[in-house]
T-cell receptor, first 113, second 113 residues
Framework: SAVISQKPSRDICQRGTSLTIQCQVDSQVTMMFWYRQQPGQSLTLIATANQGSEATYESGFVIDKFPISRPNLTFSTLTVSNMSPEDSSIYLC??????????FGQGTRLTVV | DQQVKQNSPSLSVQEGRISILNCDYTNSMFDYFLWYKKYPAEGPTFLISISSIKDKNEDGRFTVFLNKSAKHLSLHIVPSQPGDSAVYFCAASITGTASKLTFGTGTRLQVTL
């Protein structure tokens, strides 16, 4: 298993501002993922973040809006830029080792006002 | 296009009875399926998984059944306990695609006394 710490756990932000979410893992992992869960919706993959390379974004998500850093094998950040109320969601960090299931952080509940 | 569907948004079951949660998928490339449980203010927790080479996998009170021809899987919880009350997500992936998960919209299970 893996212990994943996400910060902040929740935040209320003004529209037009940016928020950076941190994800810390208790051991080295190759693959880290960022998901979003909009109200009443399923979890949707935003991007895959691998250390030493650019993040790979899913359809509908762009780097300018959701820049991601992955400076080492235990840490990643996701920034939600120029926020609008539509960005109000739960953002989740996930890690996975080969031949194991994905583990999730507790999530960051973001409200944009 | 929702490739993984959970058509029942909620389910109420009496303690001690069987809970059956259903999931349908449309992408025939999916070959690995997982169930996650999510409590409020927590990240999803892995429950049980099944590979497409099997049609059943059992772990304690939890059993997952896979019907590939119908593109349908189900999670059985026997006996249901009040602590099982949570939102359950079905997820699917394609082996070799960096383990990206496609989630259903979730089913809220309420186990009553």
């Amino acid at each position: 298993s893996a212990v994943i710490s996400q910060k902040p756990s929740r935040d209320i932000c003004q529209r037009g501002t940016s928020l950076t979410i941190q994800c810390q893992v208790d051991s080295q992992v190759t693959m880290m993922f960022w998901y979003r869960q909009q109200p009443g919706q399923s979890l949707t993959l935003i991007a895959t973040a691998n250390q030493g390379s650019e993040a790979t974004y899913e359809s509908g998500f762009v780097i300018d809006k959701f820049p991601i850093s992955r400076p080492n094998l235990t840490f990643s950040t996701l920034t939600v830029s120029n926020m609008s109320p539509e960005d109000s969601s739960i953002y989740l960090c996930s890690v996975q080792r080969p031949d194991t299931e994905a583990f999730f952080g507790q999530g960051t509940r973001l409200t944009v006002v | 296009d929702q490739q993984v569907k959970q058509n029942s948004p909620s389910l109420s079951v009496q303690e001690g009875r069987i809970s059956i949660l259903n999931c349908d998928y449309t992408n025939s490339m999916f070959d690995y399926f997982l169930w996650y449980k999510k409590y409020p203010a927590e990240g999803p927790t892995f429950l049980i998984s099944i590979s497409s080479i099997k049609d059943k996998n059992e772990d304690g009170r939890f059993t997952v059944f896979l019907n590939k021809s119908a593109k349908h899987l189900s999670l059985h919880i026997v006996p249901s306990q009040p602590g099982d009350s949570a939102v359950y997500f079905c997820a699917a992936s394609i082996t070799g695609t960096a383990s990206k998960l496609t989630f259903g919209t979730g089913t809220r299970l309420q186990v009553t006394l």
